[in-house]
């Protein structure tokens, strides 16, 4: 049980941003109130939303939005409310993942030890097994780009890279952020030794071609929109900004394009969403006819 004591000397808190949670939001908010000086729920479920309002304690804040205002803005309202209160930095947290126990503190410790503190982010690795710690979590190796789930943000960073970019909604704002954190120089840094249980997607939804089943993440047809749009505006933005991270982002993304198109659920209407979503990016624009479901907890994965 967190004991009142700073992680590694610096107060540390969480977000968890929720949208029609069940009960992986219950076991992850059980394990952050181990570990964080404050835990900051920020709840984008339309309507009232008794779910997370059970769950607020003396440590647990709960932020009814009422409303989807998409992750970009769920994180910013929590990351603000947590340096409102002193807190000097967060863990992100999507409400489906699982951080082992001592996560937390462990990647507190390797971060806050860095040279480049406290211009610096960190993250774990993400898979679907059950999340354990294993090898030297105390070695962090340099990376392109960190999944906000996870993802270790110190307060002093956010004021200097500055807020989640809102417009996005929900797909890439992790990317987007990690390239503009890059530029502004912080350090982008993973543990290879500490696992988040995390679900990407909905693989069971790849489909058969060629005879084998395609390894995909199945995420729905209006993801697939916002991803290929939010893709092109930022290959675009960053192209001579950072353009080592820009030719590895392009690579993995004409994968993802491919892998979609030939073995994802919907596969005309995806090839026709990251089509449009391709010209929406350079255009600026934004086709609402994929705006996100409000109805279904499995079209929000």
């Known amino acids: 049980m967190w004991d009142g004591m700073a992680v590694s000397g610096v107060r540390h808190g969480a977000v968890v941003t929720a949208y029609f949670p069940g009960q992986p939001l219950i076991d992850l908010v059980a394990l952050l109130e181990q570990e964080c000086e404050q835990v900051v729920i920020v709840d984008n479920t339309p309507g009232w939303g008794g779910f997370c309002s059970a769950l607020a304690s003396e440590r647990v804040v709960v932020l009814q939005q009422g409303e989807n205002r998409g992750l970009g803005s769920a994180l910013n309202i929590g990351v603000r409310a947590l340096r409102d209160v002193g807190i000097e930095a967060a863990t992100l947290w999507d409400q489906d993942s699982l951080p082992a126990p001592g996560y937390m503190s462990r990647l507190a410790e390797s971060t806050t030890g860095h040279a480049s503190w406290p211009y610096v982010i960190s993250g774990g690795c993400h898979g679907t097994s059950a999340p354990y710690i294993s090898g030297d979590d105390s070695e962090l190796e340099p990376v392109i780009r960190l999944i906000t789930s996870g993802m270790f943000l110190p307060i002093a960073t956010y004021n200097k890279v500055g807020p989640f970019r809102e417009e996005f909604f929900v797909d890439m704002i992790d990317t987007e952020y990690s390239l503009r954190a890059r530029a502004a120089g912080v350090r982008l840094l993973r543990a290879p030794g500490l696992v988040i249980n995390h679900h990407l997607g909905d693989a069971a939804k790849s489909a058969h071609a060629l005879g084998f089943r395609t390894r995909t993440t199945g995420h729905p047809v209006w993801r697939q929109y916002w991803i290929a749009r939010n ?3 930022l290959l675009h933005e960053f192209r001579t900004v950072d353009p080592k991270a820009i030719r590895s982002i392009r690579h993995d993304t004409f994968r993802w394009y491919a ?5 994802g659920p919907s596969r005309v209407s995806t090839a026709l969403a990251l089509v449009k979503g391709l010209h929406d990016g350079r255009t600026r ?7 996100p479901p409000v109805t279904s907890v499995k079209e929000r994965r």
């Open 259 to 263: 892998r979609a198109i030939v073995g």
């Open 231 to 233: 893709t092109a505006i």
């Open 285 to 291: 624009t934004v086709d609402l006819r994929y705006g």
